[in-house]
């Protein structure tokens, strides 16, 4: 039988409701979320499910990690399909409030990141992290889970959280899901929506490059790096943003001698969408022949 989430709009709503039951023994698991959600989301919520008795979903476009010019007036609200993707993953609680209550409609202390957010996602969209490190931070603060889901498609994000996890003595353990995939490969992502059938069709060459980089990790970063520019070059209406191979704790590109593990990040627009991805790799340096 599918239950309807309790809707809490107020951080006192979602408190009265969830002390009870903490004060019953039950282990709270967070999935916040900019709502739009799709099987990705979903996926979230079923690994929540596994770690907790209650499942806690945030839904909240944030404004403060939305730069001039980006899509917020545009980002998909799907209030009435989300509430029911979530009744089916068998949330016990949406927390749903709106920017009067996350923000107080007043000037806030914020996050910043530092240099986790100089570049990348961090450098394309200036400000982006500290906004989405300050709204964290707040809905962790207002919802205080005992552990936190989130997917690994956003990378730099997850490795943001947990560093500001660390750093500022969070008590929410960090887990990580893989990345949910579309049956082409694209990565499932809420802005998929904006594309129309033409633009969805070039995007596949990301989850492509993603293959081909794995494909040739064996012959090292030059031989990673030239698949991928080579799959892009299939398809010259996708814009890139960047292909960096990155250390997955730092985010600071490794070398042509680097052995071992390795994130492929890549950013990419399909018309008007904006789209990343990414995929870990286990880099082998190429063998050097010694002259004798």
């Known amino acids: 039988m599918i239950t309807d989430p309790?809707?809490?709009?107020?951080?006192?709503?979602?408190?009265?409701?969830?002390?009870?039951?903490?004060?019953?023994?039950?282990?709270?698991?967070?999935?916040?979320?900019?709502?739009?959600?799709?099987?990705?989301?979903?996926?979230?919520?079923?690994?929540?499910?596994?770690?907790?008795?209650?499942?806690?979903v945030s839904i909240f476009v944030n404004p403060t990690q939305?730069?001039?010019?980006?899509?917020?007036?545009?980002?998909?609200?799907?209030?009435?399909?989300?509430?029911?993707?979530?009744?089916q993953a068998g949330v016990a609680?949406?927390?749903a409030p709106n920017e009067e209550v996350v923000y107080g409609g007043k000037k806030q202390v914020s996050v910043k990141v530092g240099s986790l957010a100089d570049a990348f996602e961090g450098a394309d969209r200036p400000g982006h992290f500290d906004g989405v490190a300050t709204v964290v931070a707040k809905l962790f603060n207002m919802v205080q889970p005992d552990v936190a889901i989130f997917g690994e498609k956003d990378a730099q994000q997850l490795a943001?959280?947990?560093?500001?996890?660390?750093?500022?003595?969070?008590?929410?353990?960090?887990?990580?899901?893989?990345?949910?995939?579309?049956?082409?490969g694209l990565a499932?992502?809420?802005?998929?929506?904006?594309?129309?059938?033409?633009?969805?069709?070039?995007?596949?060459?990301?989850?492509?490059?993603?293959?081909?980089?794995?494909?040739?990790?064996?012959?090292?970063?030059?031989?990673?790096?030239?698949?991928?520019h080579a799959e892009f070059e299939t398809e010259p209406t996708v814009g890139v943003s960047y292909i960096a191979v990155v250390d997955p704790q730092t985010f600071v590109e490794v070398g042509a001698?680097?052995?071992?593990?390795?994130?492929?990040?890549?950013?990419?627009?399909?018309?008007?969408t904006r789209l990343i991805d990414n995929t870990l790799l286990d880099l082998h340096a190429p063998a050097v022949t010694v002259m004798t």
């Open 160 to 184: 943001i959280v947990r560093a500001m996890v660390r750093s500022l003595d969070f008590t929410v353990a960090i887990e990580s899901l893989a990345t949910v995939r579309e049956s082409d």
């Open 93 to 95: 609680v949406i927390f």
């Open 66 to 87: 939305f730069g001039a010019g980006e899509d917020f007036a545009k980002y998909p609200r799907t209030w009435e399909s989300d509430l029911a993707l979530c009744a």
């Open 6 to 56: 309790f809707i809490a709009r107020t951080v006192r709503e979602l408190r009265m409701h969830l002390e009870p039951l903490r004060e019953n023994g039950a282990k709270v698991a967070f999935v916040p979320t900019m709502g739009a959600l799709h099987a990705g989301h979903q996926a979230l919520m079923a690994r929540a499910a596994e770690l907790a008795d209650i499942c806690v």
């Open 188 to 228: 499932m992502s809420s802005r998929n929506r904006y594309l129309s059938d033409s633009e969805r069709s070039s995007a596949r060459v990301i989850p492509q490059s993603l293959e081909a980089a794995k494909a040739n990790a064996d012959r090292g970063l030059r031989a990673v790096v030239a698949a991928v």
């Open 257 to 272: 001698d680097h052995h071992g593990e390795a994130l492929l990040l890549i950013a990419a627009s399909v018309g008007s």
